[in-house]
């Protein structure tokens, strides 16, 4: 079945940690997006990326870091830099072409303990 | 600058009640126009989408308007069910579907 994975499903971050957020698709997609979720702001884009080794900041990009080693695979770390990390993380992709629609992940929800 | 407004933030409904939630946008590039539907714990799922050359599109009981003029869209739910119950996004994107842009989203409420 195609779709796309993350994991894990809940995520606690010690104050000073960093802690990175996994997103596995299996529909040959080109491009894959991380976005964030908070309550009553909608989702808001941390990262995106094209291609293979290529990627570009979003709205929110600050104390964030990402890598697109392969196609399939578009891991977010969330840094110590990041002082408000208690969200919802959401990763979508999206095949090439116009009008494709961005299909989602079900969500990796990070706390602080 | 958010640059997709949507409203109501909350909208409860009667079953078989016809809710109708409104988006409107500032940035005339935009060309692409879908709507997602979340349900609690799951990631939003694509439910119907238009481009700004038809003024309407349907897709079984849900409906896009859309005013290209206004820079208004809205999205109406016929026959409403207590299944429709989830948190509806209005987005925007020009040039397909780069870079969505999300409103800030409905709660939406059908109550038997």
């Known amino acids: 079945d195609g779709g796309i994975t993350q994991s894990p499903k809940y995520l606690f971050r010690k104050e000073g940690q960093n802690v990175t957020l996994s997103c596995e698709q299996n529909?040959?997609?080109?491009?894959m997006y991380w976005y964030r979720q908070d309550p009553g702001q909608g989702l808001r884009l941390i990262y995106y990326s094209q291609i293979v080794n290529d990627f570009q900041k979003g709205d929110i990009a600050e104390g964030y870091s990402v890598s697109r080693e392969k196609k399939e695979s578009f891991p977010l770390t969330v840094t110590s830099a990041q002082k408000n990390p208690t969200a919802f993380y959401l990763c979508?992709?999206?095949?090439w072409g116009a009008g494709q629609p961005q299909h989602f992940g079900d969500g990796t929800r990070l706390s602080i303990l | 600058q958010q640059q997709v407004k949507q409203s109501p933030q909350s909208l409860i409904v009667q079953k078989g009640g016809i809710p109708i939630i409104n988006c409107a946008y500032e940035n005339t590039a935009f060309d692409y126009f879908p709507w997602y539907q979340q349900f609690p714990g799951k990631g939003p799922a694509l439910l119907i989408a238009i481009r700004p050359d038809v003024s309407e599109k349907k897709e079984g009981r849900f409906t896009i308007s859309f005013n290209k003029s206004a820079k208004q869209f809205s999205l109406h739910i016929m026959d409403s069910q207590p299944g429709d119950s989830a948190t509806y996004f209005c987005?925007?994107?020009?040039?397909?579907?780069?870079?969505?842009?999300f409103g800030t989203g409905t709660r939406l409420t059908i109550i038997p």
């Open positions: 529909l040959n997609h080109d491009a």
């Open positions: 987005a925007a994107s020009q040039n397909g579907n780069e870079k969505l842009t």
């Open positions: 979508a992709s999206t095949g």
